[in-house]
T-cell receptor, first 111, second 120 residues
Framework: GQQLNQSPQSMFIQEGEDVSMNCTSS?????WLWYKQDPGEGPVLLIA?????ELTSNGRLTAQFGITRKDSFLNISASIPSDVGIYFC???????????FGDGTTLTVKP | DGGITQSPKYLFRKEGQNVTLSCEQN?????MYWYRQDPGQGLRLIYY???????QKGDIAEGYSVSREKKESFPLTVTSAQKNPTAFYLC???????????????????FGSGTRLTVV
């Protein structure tokens, strides 16, 4: 199946620091989605992007749909302990039945 | 409240036995999906269904089977042919009529809370 390269694989940061992670693909996507998964739970949608170049915020989270449509990044500002979890990107195509997920970025926040 | 429910949360089975994982949604979503997640790894697609009585294999369908007799339900059977069945299984649904602001489909999935299957 199609692969997304998500990096970094893991991050260990201090509370209050900003975080940045990204996803790249060899193919073009029409949508980019970012999810967060808490331990032992299912992922929850954070931000959805639908247009190349689009920059969207959700509280302390900001995500951008790359202009080439082959990449996306997610920034978290002023991290807090509850930001801990696994963050997944997912790319999709118009009218396609399924999205392709990255392997996730595991975030650890030290108080 | 609308949502997607997976049961049970934890499941233990003996090697060689088939086991069925339940997934029910009351979101009126057309499409449903099954993913497998192993420790430290991402989500791998097992099967998906875009409409009742139809489903397609994902990337790792071998050793699994599904049915979609009702819009609300998409049970997954882990058969004895699955060589390494111990994993965390996630069900998801998506409303195919949902659209983003540019008219695209592929709005976000709604995931269940998962079933952790352990085969001993």
């Amino acid at each position: 199946g199609q692969q997304l390269n998500q990096s970094p694989q893991s991050m260990f940061i201090q509370e209050g620091e900003d975080v940045s992670m990204n996803c790249t693909s060899s193919s073009i996507f029409n949508t980019w989605l970012w999810y967060k998964q808490d331990p032992g739970e299912g992922p929850v949608l954070l931000i959805a992007l639908y247009k190349a170049g689009e920059l969207t915020s959700n509280g302390r989270l900001t995500a951008q749909f790359g202009i080439t449509r082959k990449d996306s990044f997610l920034n978290i500002s002023a991290s807090i302990p509850s930001d801990v979890g696994i963050y997944f990107c997912a790319g999709g195509y118009t009218n396609a039945g399924k999205s392709t997920f990255g392997d996730g970025t595991t975030l650890t926040v030290k108080p | 409240d609308g949502g997607i429910t997976q049961s049970p949360k934890y499941l233990f089975r003996k090697e060689g036995q088939n086991v069925t994982l339940s997934c029910e949604q009351n979101l009126n979503h057309d499409a449903m999906y099954w993913y497998r997640q192993d420790p430290g790894q991402g989500l791998r697609l097992i099967y998906y269904s875009q409409i009742v009585n139809d489903f397609q294999k994902g990337d790792i369908a071998e050793g699994y089977s599904v049915s979609r007799e009702k819009k609300e339900s998409f049970p997954l059977t882990v058969t004895s042919a699955q060589k390494n069945p111990t994993a965390f299984y996630l069900c998801a649904s998506r409303g195919t009529l949902d659209r983003g602001p540019m008219g695209q489909s592929n709005y976000g999935y709604t995931f269940g809370s998962g079933t952790r299957l352990t085969v001993v």
